[in-house]
């Protein structure tokens, strides 16, 4: 489970809920003397670069389709209606990739 330095505190609620869960959050660099913790920084820089890929779909899933609100129509359809926005994102976001591969 990744998430960022806001969540590091909650490491007991994390592991209640999904106890097999690798707990993933970046760790508070905090700066001692002055200086940041460099090896700290580098773990953190890790796992933020697995963050920024999935926030990234989010961002495009709330700016292309107005997904900031969700108006509540059922489970099922909520459900499909995000999983469909989320499919489509990840089309979106890989198109120059996809149309360069295309040869006529």
């Not at 590091?8 to 209640?16: A, D, K, T, V």
């Not at 913790?37 to 953190?44: F, I, L, P, V």
């Not at 700016?63 to 089309?91: D, E, P």
Request: glycine residues 8%.
């Amino acid at each position: 489970m990744y998430g960022d330095s806001a969540y590091s505190g909650q490491r007991e609620l994390i592991q209640s809920k999904a106890p097999k869960a690798k707990d993933l959050t970046n760790e508070r660099a905090g700066r001692r003397g002055g200086e940041v913790d460099e090896a700290k920084w580098a773990r953190n820089h890790e796992k933020s670069k697995v963050r920024a890929r999935v926030e990234h779909v989010f961002g495009v899933v709330k700016r292309l389709w107005g997904f900031s609100k969700a108006r509540y129509r059922g489970l099922a359809k909520n459900a499909t209606r995000a999983f469909t926005a989320l499919a489509l994102a990840n089309i979106f976001m890989s198109r120059t990739r996809l149309m360069a591969r295309v040869r006529p």
